[in-house]
């Protein structure tokens, strides 16, 4: 069946009701005991000797490793005030561990569901669609139908759900809540589906646990208002991809680079609030958690020996402002009553900054291709962004023209085909061999 291309509103609705399909298989996991006989699949988590996914011979976790158990013995009901893993064992394990070995068998199980699925640029935690514009790159397809074209047309399309849809509601009776998050009340639910290669940009917000069914993931993480410009110039905040940013990381200390940590099936990830994240699945992978609230307000566990080295390399402040925070651009442009020129100048900034960055792609060592494709989008929603506020607030349309025209004739030049998908009609030709091309770009 095709895949349709659908405009920016449709939204999956959430079925209401209890599930009532077929009781999930239990593969091992003795629900009753709590006691996991490991599945041949669950591999330890890794060979010492083993080369590091990042290519590197650096760690390839710099956050520390616990098991659930021996922190609940020693803290409590307490969550970790840093990031943390907690390695897989029968206190992590839930049913979709243990029920969900490979993405075959989800597939197998849930792939007539419907579902939305978008690049990993737009994905951006919501900024670059969240600015009144759209994303026009949204799919909406069974999950075997997305599945089916991973390897081709859409590489890259990630299912990511943070309200609880038909498909979540599926899978939830799978899944379990690990003990130590069991009091807490969630605010919403995380189901991430994707292929290897897919992931979703640098974004923070509250508090948030994740566990792996399948499938590795690497995270990339910078402490709460550390995100540096020389730092966001390599990892684009919101916006670049991991399969991006991470080749520009290899070999680099932290601080010049994120945090890393390669998550392995049943484990989970925790993050206190306001970490910048990132991701980037190296296989394919089914992963699910929550953002929950504190069990009694405050309740972090106080562990300065921890926290405070993940803390120092990152000295920089976080800029004022900066280019990548669009719904801050977005409230800038609404508190001056949406001026025009006031507008204009910080799209201007914002696109400016983004095709810099884009066109240091290459000297940082990055995916090019992948960079480009993201800052293409990104400049598609920009002018976007302006045509709306021409329409809504009168901003005067020959200056917008002359903005607009200039930002989405970088996009076309950038990525022709990712413009011609977001810019659609208004996407002009490139002019990559133009020594006139834009230079304020
Ligand atoms: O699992 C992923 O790919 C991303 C999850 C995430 O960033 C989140 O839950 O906020």
Known sequence: MLLLLIPPVAVVRARNGPYSGPVPPTYGYD??????????????????????AFGDAQPECDVPIYSLTAWKRAHGRDFPDHPCIFAADASTATRGFAAFPDMDRFLALFGNETVEALPGYAQAGGQYCAINVGCRVKIRATLSDLASQWTGALAGFYVSQFGCGPLCERVLPYLGVPELFADAQPRTMNLLVGPARTGLPFHY???TWQALSFGRKAWFLVPPGRMSDDLARVVGPRIWPGDGFVAATRGVPPGQRPLRCVQYPGEIIWLPENWWHATLNLDASVAYGQKPLLPEPGRLAHTPDVRTPLLTAFATPQANL???????????????????????ALLERTAAALHDAAASASSLGSEVAVIHAAAAFGLCVLAGSADNSRAKHGWPASQVATHTAKWRRAASTLDNATCSLQC?????????????APSVL
């Open 31 to 52: 629900a009753t005991s709590a006691v996991l006989q490991r599945p041949a699949w669950a591999k330890p988590r890794r060979d010492a000797a083993a080369a590091s």
């Open 205 to 207: 917000h509250q508090r």
């Open 322 to 344: 900066p280019w990548f925070e669009l719904i801050e651009i977005r409230a800038s442009m609404q508190r001056s009553g949406w001026d025009a020129n006031r507008g204009l």
């Open 424 to 436: 659609a009609e208004n996407c002009p030709a490139p002019v990559a061999d133009d020594p006139s």
